[in-house]
T-cell receptor, first 113, second 110 residues
Framework: GAGVSQSPSNKVTEKGKDVELRCDPI?????LYWYRQSLGQGLEFLIY????????KSGLPSDRFSAERTGGSVSTLTIQRTQQEDSAVYLC???????????FGPGTRLTVL | EDKVVQSPLSLVVHEGDTVTLNCSYE??????LLWYKQEKKAPTFLFML????IEKKSGRLSSILDKKELSSILNITATQTGDSAIYLC??????????FGEGTQLTVNP
């Protein structure tokens, strides 16, 4: 079946602009995660959605970052007033309920000039 | 704060060699340890190890969890150039998020 998909695959923006990154999880997966991977770094947790529960936003680095998940499926990560330090690969993952195994999408490479 | 440390950070070997990658962790409420292979952007799942499944094997790859030492190893035997990738270790805790190590960059030369 189809895996996790993300769009766009690459995004170049100017400092100060807002960007939206999209994630389409595996059908039937109730949990959805966003991670960030900066150059040469491991993955950094950003936010976690589980069903209709309130999301765990504890990994968001600043109030410029927000995310929503509509209809329990597609998720959008929004970064407002982008800064150069936001440049990274943003990875989305999904899993079935009560499983630790997360399946990752191909990511969005964000470059802030 | 939960912490996962991988070593070495990079490794260069020749085809046919056997490699051992290390992962140690300090976390609260450990649930499982996972290994991923990252070739381009998307990490792909390799193994999950828990208290009830401390050893896994798939082809030339195998992994063991040592809960006493709070560590895990990933072994790759008879390495091939296609094994070149970043290998990520992650730990799942009660909060469901994964805490990742920095990864080991493996390069297999022909």
């Amino acid at each position: 079946g189809a895996g996790v998909s993300q769009s766009p695959s690459n995004k170049v923006t100017e400092k100060g602009k807002d960007v939206e990154l999209r994630c389409d999880p595996i059908s039937g997966h109730t949990a959805l995660y966003w991670y960030r991977q900066s150059l040469g770094q491991g993955l950094e947790f950003l936010i976690y959605f589980q069903g209709n529960s309130a999301p765990d936003k504890s990994g968001l680095p600043s109030d410029r970052f927000s995310a929503e998940r509509t209809g329990g499926s597609v998720s959008t990560l929004t970064i407002q007033r982008t800064q150069q330090e936001d440049s990274a690969v943003y990875l989305c993952a999904s899993s079935v309920t009560r499983s630790d195994t997360q399946y990752f999408g191909p990511g969005t490479r964000l470059t802030v000039l | 704060e939960d912490k996962v440390v991988q070593s070495p950070l990079s490794l260069v070997v020749h085809e046919g060699d056997t490699v051992t990658l290390n992962c140690s962790y300090e976390v609260t409420n450990f649930r499982s340890l996972l290994w991923y292979k990252q070739e381009k952007k998307a990490p792909t799942f390799l193994f999950m190890l828990t208290s009830s499944g401390i050893e896994k094997k798939s082809g030339r790859l195998s992994s063991i969890l040592d809960k006493k030492e709070l560590s895990s190893i990933l072994n790759i035997t008879a390495t091939q150039t296609g094994d070149s990738a970043i290998y990520l270790c992650a730990v799942a805790t009660s909060g469901s998020r994964l805490t990742f190590g920095e990864g080991t960059q493996l390069t297999v030369n022909p």
